[in-house]
């Protein structure tokens, strides 16, 4: 059985993952809060009999990233699919929020996405076969929020697999690697940072996104958008001027400003799409 590597597979989008993939894949699932993984792991164990591993990992070093790269690298038991999903994100401005913290979601959600997807890239490449789902956003097609390196880091992990996608080595092999752009998508995530799940047009509900992003990875895409409300949206992005933000973006910068003592990394957090 294949075997499948998930990062932020805790809650939200990476357990979904996780669900929708625990009947076809052995699964090796990655975060820091280990217990919720081994409680994700023997949930899945007792319904779907799946095969699980669990690292717990701190992405936002190159040191922390260790023990996951070195399963990346590893030949006898190879990673067949990697879903790159790990993520976050402040509810507060870059001008508001400290200059380390904002380093902190770049290292995140930028540098360890890439240096985790290019990591199995070599190795899926020396055996010419081999999955990556790196998640970005539509926030990374266009500026869509303003006063934010959130758009700044999916615009990063977006651009990194275009790039690989269209080069000749991945074109010439049996290897894929996709981006998957989420709008905003129902999670318990969202109720953690205090934003409200809603259930109009903008909202996306999570099992329908995986099983996109599986479906289209299947069909060979490069970007995977669920919902064709997104894919409209996108496709404008794409087409007006980066200055039109000012008019139609979202500006973190407006929002309150975090009260004396309180960090940002942990009580203002944006959903990980």
């Given at each position: 059985?294949p075997?499948?590597?998930i990062?932020?597979?805790?809650?939200?989008?990476?357990?979904?993952?996780?669900?929708?993939l625990?009947?076809t894949?052995?699964?090796?699932?990655?975060?820091?809060?280990?217990a919720?993984?081994?409680?994700l792991?023997?949930?899945?164990?007792?319904r779907?009999?799946t095969?699980?591993?669990?690292?717990?990992?701190d992405?936002s070093t190159r040191?922390?990233?260790a023990?996951?790269?070195?399963?990346?690298?590893?030949?006898?038991h190879?990673?067949?699919?990697?879903?790159?999903?790990?993520?976050?994100?402040?509810?507060?401005?870059?001008s508001?929020?400290?200059?380390?913290d904002e380093?902190?979601?770049?290292?995140?959600?930028a540098?360890?996405?890439?240096?985790?997807?290019?990591?199995?890239?070599?190795?899926?490449?020396?055996?010419?076969?081999?999955?990556?789902?790196?998640?970005?956003?539509?926030c990374?097609?266009?500026?869509?929020?303003?006063?934010?390196?959130?758009?700044t880091?999916?615009a990063?992990?977006l651009r990194?697999t275009?790039e690989?996608?269209?080069c000749?080595?991945?074109?010439?092999s049996?290897?894929?690697i996709?981006?998957?752009c989420?709008?905003?998508?129902?999670?318990d995530?969202n109720?953690?940072?205090?934003?409200?799940?809603?259930?109009?047009w903008?909202?996306?509900?999570?099992h329908?996104?995986?099983?996109?992003a599986?479906?289209?990875?299947?069909?060979?895409k490069?970007?995977?958008?669920?919902?064709a409300r997104?894919?409209?949206?996108s496709?404008?992005?794409r087409?007006?001027?980066?200055?039109?933000?000012?008019?139609?973006?979202f500006?973190?910068?407006q929002?309150?400003?975090?009260h004396?003592?309180?960090?940002?990394?942990?009580?203002?957090?944006?959903?990980?799409?």
């Open positions: 059985m075997t499948a590597l990062t932020g597979a805790s809650s939200g989008i990476g357990e979904e993952f996780a669900q929708q625990a009947l894949h052995d699964l090796v699932l990655v975060a820091r809060n280990v919720k993984l081994q409680q792991g023997a949930q899945l164990t007792a779907y009999g095969r699980i591993e669990i690292i717990g990992a992405l040191d922390g990233r023990p996951v790269t070195a399963r990346l690298t590893d030949r006898e190879p990673i067949d699919l990697l879903i790159n999903n790990a993520g976050m994100g402040y509810h507060t401005g870059a508001q929020n400290p200059v380390d380093m902190y979601m770049l290292e995140v959600n540098t360890a996405k890439i240096h985790l997807s290019l990591t199995a890239l070599h190795t899926m490449l020396e055996r010419d076969r081999g999955e990556i789902i790196n998640v970005s956003s539509v990374g097609i266009a500026p869509a929020w303003t006063d934010s390196l959130y758009g880091s999916t990063a992990v990194h275009e690989m996608a269209y000749k080595a991945v074109r010439r049996k290897v894929k996709m981006a998957l989420p709008g905003d998508v129902q999670t995530f109720n953690r940072a205090g934003i409200p799940n809603k259930t109009d903008g909202w996306v509900d999570q329908l996104l995986v099983r996109v599986l479906d289209d990875l299947r069909k060979g490069t970007v995977s958008i669920p919902t997104y894919k409209f949206l496709a404008l992005m087409i007006l001027p980066n200055s039109w933000s000012r008019m139609y973006a500006d973190l910068g929002q309150k400003t975090p004396p003592g309180q960090h940002p990394r942990t009580t203002h957090t944006a959903p990980t799409t």
